[in-house]
């Protein structure tokens, strides 16, 4: 596609339940994230895959979060048990060539509500 | 391991005159710095990188930023504010081109007519 895709937009969701968001980076882009964003704050890193290196997991916030990508494709964000404090805009990036220090190109985040 | 700093929380400035914005970092070795910008209801946005060279780096919308060493800084600089270049400014670092990128808060600036 022609840009880093998000699904779903917006996600509502009850305390307690499961979500997975997903992500569809550019194609051929070896290097993705996962960053958090509550509403008025700065991005919190999550979790960053870069080809088949073991993906850095150091910013998920609790055991409840995980996260997977298959080869250089889709990524999947799972958050099990929502609590009300994960309610917050998920964003996705992706870059192509990590050694050159290539820019990240966002996709338009998940809006997670966890009422 | 790698930190950044902005600050300030929002930036006014009247349109025309010169803006700054503030960044911070800490890292062993050598850092590699960056700029992204979010508009309001768009996604994140690169502005601009230092990677190595000229600590003068120029990016989009004529923005440009100054590594100093020395501070330890990397401040986001245009001569002549535009009110259409309010937005949320976030700086960024990593240690080696295969971290992870890390960003700040994150600083509002707000150009007023």
């Known amino acids: 596609g022609a840009g880093v895709s998000q699904s779903p937009s917006n996600k509502v969701t009850e305390k307690g339940k499961d979500v997975e968001l997903r992500c569809d980076p550019i194609?051929?882009?070896?290097?993705l994230y996962w960053y958090r964003q509550r509403l008025g704050q700065g991005l919190e890193f999550l979790i960053y895959f870069q080809g088949n290196s073991a993906p850095d997991k150091s910013g998920l916030p609790s055991d409840r979060f995980s996260a997977e990508r298959t080869g250089e494709s889709v990524s999947t964000l799972t958050i099990q048990r929502t609590q009300q404090e994960d309610s917050a805009v998920y964003l996705c990036?992706?870059?192509?060539?990590?050694?050159?220090?290539?820019?990240?190109?966002f996709g338009s985040g998940t809006q997670l509500s966890v009422l | 391991a790698q930190s950044v700093a902005q600050p300030e929380d929002q930036v006014n400035v009247a349109e025309g005159n010169p803006l700054t914005v503030k960044c911070t970092y800490s890292?062993?070795?050598?850092?590699?710095l960056f700029w992204y910008v979010q508009y309001p209801n768009r996604g994140l946005q690169f502005l601009l990188k230092?990677?190595?060279?000229?600590?003068l780096v120029k990016g989009s919308y004529g923005f440009e930023a100054e590594f100093n060493k020395s501070q330890t800084s990397f401040h986001l600089k245009k001569p002549s504010a535009l009110v259409s270049d309010s937005a949320l400014y976030f700086c960024?670092?990593?240690?080696?081109?295969?971290?992870?990128?890390?960003f700040g808060t994150g600083t509002r600036l707000q150009v007023f007519p």
């Open positions: 230092y990677i190595t060279g000229d600590n």
């Open positions: 990036a992706s870059s192509s060539n990590v050694a050159t220090n290539e820019k990240l190109f």
């Open positions: 890292v062993s070795g050598n850092p590699y």
């Open positions: 960024a670092v990593r240690r080696l081109n295969t971290d992870k990128l890390i």
């Open positions: 194609s051929g882009h070896t290097a």
